[in-house]
């Protein structure tokens, strides 16, 4: 079997999105930087993608070409990554006037194994400026409504399209790809079963028998690698720390699910130390270091020197992005998984993260098959601060009830109408304002509350969830009975970007 199909990655903001779609073909593929591709092995195939720079740029990202053909595997080059190809193969690359994005049409021009069982016309995502003039030796697979190439062969098994295959709204993208794939040479497998008995064959190996500490959420994260590890038969102490940020009844549900499957966890309640820690603070981002700095203190309080190894509940996501970007993500990354005693963990080979290849939708799936209950896998992502980021301003416990008091209603009333598994996150936060309103015949200074529900793939965009009106005035009204402090609700309707998922 040869290695993961490898994405080299040169920048779109799609790029993660073509390894989960090789992924849900049913193949391994993994994301390479383009200086990385001599760490690739023997992949099965290797796809070029798309990225925002043009390659007539000075310094424009470039690949060693001889080196990959050297490889002699197929090769599909996907907008940029298909510019690329093009100069390599003695074609040129002719700026572009307009950038063109969005919708296009795809005529088929001749028959192709990439091409196979496709409709001679169909709609595809466009997102460039520059143009292919090919060599001659090249075939023309494909034009768009202006008759400019968009599907190219330039020799066996390498071919470039000028479009996104990976973004639903290229309706042909999945056939395209799938089509590719066949061509890869004896590619692995992605299915989640084996992958578990992989991972643990590598969690055992790699542990070699120390002890591991293990933080536990009752996220889906930390819940699917407490369990990898339980599965693995490590000697491991799930340590739950209590920040007193949680959402209602938040203890009592993480300490059962955990009972039903077996699993021992040590709970610390820090919830004081952390709210007095926060007294007094409203900067976000200060709130945010509190916690994080509290919450090692804590963990590690608990912890002691009792320590082979700590494991973490790190994705692909939070790999890729603190890899590739600056982001917020990258931030919250380095609050909450490098700080000094962490990074002298990882220095010194003692930090265990087994999740890091995975998606979280593949996450939830190895947990399925981990037996964990759909109550768990199923959960909507919580993050690390917890309330604390969906509490403007000073966090204080009157405030949190009341937030806690909403969300409740909130979730309840969207697994009854049957809305929870359709959202990858929903929540309520308070707005800081107190409004006026009446209650009882008299005036009241009460506080106004947001409700967000979005949907999202792994949180990078997110779109807000159209709930219908009947749904969203019975949540308002069951929230404004039933939460004291509360004479107002909003319903965000906010896109990512601009706005984040959560309020701070
Ligand atoms: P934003 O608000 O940045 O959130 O759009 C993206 C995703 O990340 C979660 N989130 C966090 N998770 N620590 C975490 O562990 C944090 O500080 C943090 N901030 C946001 C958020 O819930 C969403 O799923």
Redesign the pocket.
């Known amino acids: 079997m040869q290695d993961a199909i490898a994405v080299i990655d040169f920048g779109s903001q799609y790029t993660q999105l073509i390894v989960r779609r090789i992924r849900e073909l049913g193949y391994f593929s993994r994301l390479y930087q383009p200086e990385e591709l001599t760490e690739t092995g023997k992949p099965a195939a290797v796809i070029l993608s798309g990225g925002p720079r043009s390659t007539l740029d000075d310094d424009a990202p470039d690949i060693d070409f001889e080196y990959l053909r050297g490889l002699g595997v197929p090769i599909l080059g996907v907008c940029y990554g298909m510019q690329l190809l093009n100069r390599k193969f003695g074609g040129e690359v002719a700026p572009g006037n307009t950038r063109e994005y969005g919708p296009a049409k795809l005529y088929k021009k001749s028959d192709s194994p990439l091409f196979e069982g496709i409709a001679e016309e169909s709609q595809i995502w466009m997102s460039h400026s520059d143009t292919c003039k090919m060599p001659e030796t090249a075939t023309i697979l494909g034009e768009n409504q202006d008759g400019i190439p968009v599907g190219l062969q330039w020799a066996e098994g390498c071919y470039g399209i000028q479009f996104h295959p990976e973004v639903s709204h290229s309706h042909e993208g999945t056939q395209i790809l799938g089509n590719f794939l066949k061509l890869a040479v004896d590619p692995p497998e992605f299915k989640i079963d084996s992958f578990k008995d992989e991972l643990i064959e590598k969690v055992k190996k790699e542990v070699a028998g120390r002890k591991v500490v293990c933080g536990v959420s009752g996220g889906v994260d930390s819940s699917v690698l407490a369990a990898l590890l339980h599965e693995a038969k490590v000697n491991t102490r799930n340590i739950f720390v209590n920040n007193g940020l949680l959402r209602k009844n938040e203890v009592e549900d993480v300490i059962q699910i955990f009972e039903s499957v077996g699993i021992d966890i040590e709970v610390v309640d820090a919830s004081e130390r952390f709210l007095t820690a926060l007294a007094g603070e409203t900067d976000p981002e200060k709130k945010?270091l509190i916690i994080g700095r509290m919450f090692v203190q804590v963990f590690f309080d608990a912890v002691g020197e009792d320590i082979g190894m700590l494991a973490q509940g790190t994705l692909y996501p939070d790999v890729i992005e603190s890899a590739t970007s600056g982001s917020?993500?990258s931030t919250?990354k380095t609050?909450?998984n490098r700080v000094d005693r962490i990074m002298e963990l990882k220095a010194e080979g003692r930090i265990l993260e087994p999740l890091d290849s995975l998606f979280k939708d593949e996450v939830r799936e190895l947990g399925r098959v981990l037996g964990l209950p759909e109550k768990v896998v199923g959960r909507h992502?919580?993050?690390?601060?917890g309330l604390a980021?969906r509490c403007p301003g000073e966090v204080t416990e009157e405030k949190l009830k009341i937030i806690q008091d909403a969300d409740e209603i909130f979730i309840n009333l969207l697994h009854e109408h049957g809305w929870y598994d359709k959202i990858?996150?929903a929540y309520a936060a308070l707005i800081p304002t107190k409004t006026v309103g009446v209650k009882g015949d008299v005036r009241c200074y009460e506080y106004a509350l947001s409700i967000r529900a979005v949907t999202s793939e792994d949180?990078m965009t997110?779109e807000w969830v159209h709930l219908p009106y009947e749904l969203l005035g019975e949540i308002s009204n069951r929230i404004l009975n039933g939460v004291d402090g509360v004479n107002r609700v909003l319903y965000d309707i906010s896109t990512?970007p601009p706005a984040?998922?959560?309020w701070e």
């Open positions: 945010r917020m993500a919250i609050h909450h992502p919580f993050p690390g601060p980021v990858w996150q949180a997110a990512k984040s998922i959560e």
